[in-house]
């Protein structure tokens, strides 16, 4: 069993930046930020794996956001600069243990493990 446990959420005004962690009880292959709003569906936001150094990102994110590990404390990170109000929303820190290394995976049902969620919210 994989637990996850996410930090550094909060309410920022736009411009600034805020930086999420997520603690994984165990390093398994694929990583991932998803992010939700209330009546909306999850959506990704940001992977990588703890093998490999290629990272992937949302359009919507992309220049803006940086997700990075730390392989010694099982623990990745989401760098968020240039918020804007229409990133509000829970972030969730996502675990897929096995797939092939040329996949990017993005969609909710492809992760098996989750966090409990952090709130950012970004005010103009």
């Known amino acids: 069993q994989v637990q996850l446990v996410e930090s550094g959420g909060g309410s920022v005004q736009a411009g600034e930046s805020l930086r999420l962690s997520c603690a994984v009880s165990?390093?398994?292959?694929?990583m991932a930020w998803f992010r939700q709003v209330p009546g909306k569906e999850r959506e990704f936001v940001a992977g990588i794996m703890w093998s490999a150094s290629s990272t992937y990102y949302a359009d919507s994110v992309k220049g803006r956001f940086t997700i990075s590990r730390d392989n010694a404390k099982n623990t990745i990170f989401l760098q968020m600069n240039s918020l804007k109000p229409e990133d509000t929303a829970v972030y969730y820190c996502?675990?897929?243990?096995?797939?092939?290394?040329?996949?990017?995976?993005?969609?909710?049902?492809?992760?098996?493990?989750w966090g409990q969620g952090t709130q950012v919210t970004v005010s103009s």
């Open positions: 996502a675990a897929r243990p096995w797939g092939s290394s040329a996949s990017r995976y993005s969609r909710p049902s492809e992760f098996n493990y």
């Open positions: 165990i390093r398994t292959g694929f």
